[in-house]
């Protein structure tokens, strides 16, 4: 497949029910908030994890679309082993760290997508990658309700004796009613040249977009799901306009507050008329 050779921007909607889409660790994980607005956040990191996660499961082993950065990795171990490859190892000292940055590029779907920072153990240097994410904003304010749970059950024997053999624990969980979240991206030519990010990873990463949700159900979670994804393709590597105005083009309005299903919204996405010279757009969701 041939590297990337246009400007990619995009509009990704998605929306969650009775979940929390992205706890704060700084906050008891209570779903994250804008404090001066009250609008929701997730951020890119966020997004970007299930993007790998929905790619890992697609692809398992198959070459070249491992991922780097996976739960439980050990980021040193892998930068170390890309050093031990014959092409690297053939390399003089000024040369292996590059070797090594080409390497990881190849191997790992991740690397080649969003870049990495590699430049701890025997150092891969550091790739920009070329798609990213702004965070996710909701489109109106949010008000998260913490629920007290009980579970019948301890997790030890000093715990029941405790309790007389009641065996009955509290716990909080955190959810957010209903709330549509809207992310931004990007993809940039110049950056897919220099990690060989290609038209099939491409098509892999906008299935990812539509598809993670729906291999990442959990009860924390409830009920989410990509409910609009409008792509801006440029006829160009540097692009043939600004992003923010193709942005705007992009209108969501709520019909009524406060909203609890995507049909509360409407979404009013451009027509092709309406594009600047050179931008072409396609909604995929």
Same mark, same amino acid.
């Given at each position: =497949? ?37 609008? &929701? ?7 970007? !994890? ?17 991922? @780097?950065?996976?739960?439980? #990795? ?19 000292? &000024?040369? /292996?760290?590059?070797? #090594? ?5 190849? %191997?790992?779907?991740?690397? !080649?997508? +969003? ?5 701890? &153990?025997?150092?891969?240097?550091? $790739? ?8 996710? !904003? ?33 716990? !909080? /969980? +955190? ?10 991206? @990007? ?9 060989? +990010? ?9 299935? #990812?977009? *539509? =598809? =993670? @949700? ?9 009920? =989410?799901?990509?409910? *609009?994804? $409008? ?23 709520? %019909? ?30």
């Amino acid at each position: =497949m041939s590297i990337v050779k246009n400007r990619y921007d995009f509009v990704f909607l998605f929306d969650v029910k009775d979940g929390n889409p992205n706890g704060d660790p700084d906050a008891g994980n209570l779903p994250r908030i804008d404090p001066e607005t009250g609008n &929701g956040l997730v951020t890119d990191v966020c997004i970007k !994890r299930k993007v790998r996660n929905y790619v890992q499961l697609v692809k398992g082993t198959e070459a070249g679309y491992d991922i @780097f950065v996976k739960e439980k #990795a050990i980021l040193n171990h892998l930068i170390d082993e890309a050093h031990e490859q014959e092409e690297v190892k053939s390399k003089e000292k &000024g040369d /292996k760290t590059e070797a #090594a940055r080409i390497f990881m590029c190849k %191997k790992y779907f991740d690397v !080649r997508t +969003f870049g990495a920072v590699m430049s701890t &153990g025997k150092n891969a240097g550091q $790739v920009r990658g070329p798609v990213q994410f702004t965070f996710a !904003r909701s489109i109106d304010q949010i008000v998260p309700l913490e629920h007290s749970i009980t579970r019948v059950a301890v997790t030890t024997e000093a715990n029941a004796e405790k309790q007389q053999g009641d065996n009955r624990t509290m716990g !909080r /969980k +955190f959810t957010v009613p209903y709330a549509l979240y809207r992310c931004h991206g @990007f993809v940039s030519a110049p950056f897919a040249a220099q990690t060989g +990010f290609n038209d099939n990873d491409l098509k892999l990463f906008w299935d #990812a977009l *539509k =598809m =993670m @949700f729906e291999v990442d159900h959990s009860a924390a979670r409830g009920q =989410m799901a990509t409910r *609009k994804l $409008v792509v801006f393709k440029h006829d160009s590597e540097l692009g043939n306009c600004p992003a923010h105005m193709l942005f705007d083009k992009v209108k969501v309005e709520a %019909k009524h507050k406060p909203a609890r299903d995507f049909s509360d919204y409407n979404v009013i996405v451009p027509s092709q008329n309406e594009m600047p010279q050179g931008v072409a757009i396609e909604v995929m969701v």
